[in-house]
């Protein structure tokens, strides 16, 4: 016998959380196909050389291996991929004949990082994804539409506030250049802006003092930092007439995108200066939700803007945004904050029939195929053991309703477990029509 | 740029064939569903020695390795799944004390094997599991369960005729004891036998002779493989008293079994004594699943009875029994012979709205808003190009109502795409929740 023991970092759900799983799954995609997004999957594994190229380094790839295999010559070039947006990118590519654009598309995989498993950081986890690809040219209503829409998923999941903050790089990059900064030190800046809300102003400052940054320079790009607007103040401020260069057209991109969001998520939105997100392949809007009542959780979502990510597998351009819903970090927070009070998953099992003695089983399985026809979750007890046993099963799973045959499988009576009263239903077919009537989906 | 080619054995579809697997998963899972079977989910990544047992030498696993990782330690010890039977028996032991049993569950995911593709053979592939274990007894009604429930799964997906051929591992031993082959042979013998439909029975002849089989042995061995009885004759004949031994008692496991079987399902069920499933973990039924009008394709599903599976990984005892339904395999057949006729995938998308300019597209993000609310999947043009443009890109995307919207938003006309007229609506709402209710789900 083989002990087994939970992997660290490769979370899985009971049953019962797992229905709650698949409820917030279809509110999520009920919300992206309402914007007429469609699915698409991709293979969970890329070539490396896909995966490996520029500014993801900084996630730790699963590369595969054939146990069997002596020549490892072309396995060895395959990982699992960590991310659906750089799969996606290389699906638009190869597919490029065969969609339609502007192309919106949902996808929702696992994805795995060789990462240190932490509280709500997992090595395999969901994302839940949605792009919108355009050729050529992408308007900012695209990034509009996005950061709308996924307004509408979170507030779809009902878990309590949350807030998504945005920020366009060319605003960070146009102060940069601003106060000076070389431009051989810009990836290097950003990395440590990114970690400003986790190590505080003091040790950022030292952090950028070691990457080449003037006192002045540093103290002066963490202030510029520290200023953040809410959506609605953003809008009637004058902030992009104060500045120039990139950081102004960040600035008016900002606005204009917000200009085009609905009414209803602008009092979610926060423009925060300090919003860096790590993958570079970002180019001009970038965000991130988080759970204001859940402050440790980090971001369940983010997204942004990419103008040249498809283009890396194909000689046309193929700008595109999009966002992606940490669905398994969420759902680890749902679940252990007892977030889902919203969520009545599909209720399964509804009805169980009673076994007196296996002569009586196939009048079971007819009754019980009767109550499966109008899409009832119906279970045959698997054995004819004393009714007390059975009955303590059908409550110990929290079946609503039993049912008891007579001996020649006429009479039908059903015992409803709440009420714990038993009564004869003469027309079963039209008791299932109504039970059928009363079911969640 | 990097030029990207497809990776050989892992299949992708475009999205409009991805709409056609959801609409496929969709049905088979509410069959599952009838049943009450609930929904599980593993991770992708088993310890090698979970996976590498006794049994699974002909699986090639794929192993983990972390690309940044100079201690291959912990990785080095992980592997992806080849199939779902094996995680499910583990998730079983790991969670004994909080799972009911009877405990029914299903569960969709992929599973990789590092074979060779061919046609219909897929390195990564979704597989469809529902199975049943219980404590210490698993009567033999709950074979005749999965039995119905897959006819009923293959049923509900209108691909044509289907036939489950069905076995008992007991028979087939019983019968090698009975012509006096040493049980040392078993192994290898069943799997030449395993082969025969395949290489033929001059081939499989030469093959057992090589084993250690005598002619006569041989010979009478494939004479008795060569006898396959339809249920209903099956059940009608008196095959069981005419032998002994353990071939009688798999014999008189198959009657029991059948008798409980419904009547719609009997008439796709073979007796098949030459069905042997490579997996030895199966110690009872085994059945398989072919489509009779597509011989190349090879099975579409299959699976059985395993009474210490569950039992490698805990001191208890929890016999088994479930079915798989290959479901990528069925995919690429369904869409390489168009077997989808009775497939209509949600209709994705629904309505577009078109813009006159940037100035008005707030108006139109609001119309979009009111369709949504009807969940409509609705879009809004994201370019004010000329109009023509935009009604060329609907009919492309075969949407089948466009909106437009005079200059100050007040007046909708519709376009209806088929019937090619236009006409004013003056109650958006209505049309909307009229909309709504034809769309198919």
Known sequence: MKKVKPISGFPEWLPQQKLIEDAYIARIKTVYESYSFTPIETSAVE????????GVTDKEIYGLRRLQDEDESIESRLGLHF????????????NLDKL????RRYQLQKVWRGERPQKGRFREFYQFDADLVARDELPLCCDAEIIGMMNRAFRSLMIGPYTISI???KCVLGYLQTLGIAESLFKDVLIVVDKLHKIGRDKTLVELGLEGVSDLQANKLLDWCSVKLNAVDFLSSKQDEMVSGLEQIG?????EMLSLVPEDALGNIIVDPSLVRGLDYYTGLIFEVTLPEHPNYGSVGGGGRYEN????????SLPGVGGSIGLTRLMDLILSANLHASIFPKCLPQLMITVLSEEQRSQCNKVAERARKYGIPTEVFYKSTRLGKQIEYASDRNIPFVVFLDEDGQKIEIK???????????????WCRHLAGTLCT
């Open 47 to 54: 070539p490396i050389e896909v995966l490996a190229e520029q």
């Open 251 to 255: 600035l008016k991109e900002l606005r």
């Open 100 to 103: 339609k654009f502007p192309f």
């Open 83 to 94: 991310d659906l947006t750089i799969p996606f990118s290389r699906y638009v590519a190869q």
């Open 416 to 430: 409803d477990m709440k009420l714990k009263s038993q009564t004869e239903v003469p027309n079963f077919d039209e």
């Open 309 to 316: 990510l498809v283009s890396r597998f194909s000689n046309q």
């Open 167 to 169: 920020n366009n790089r």
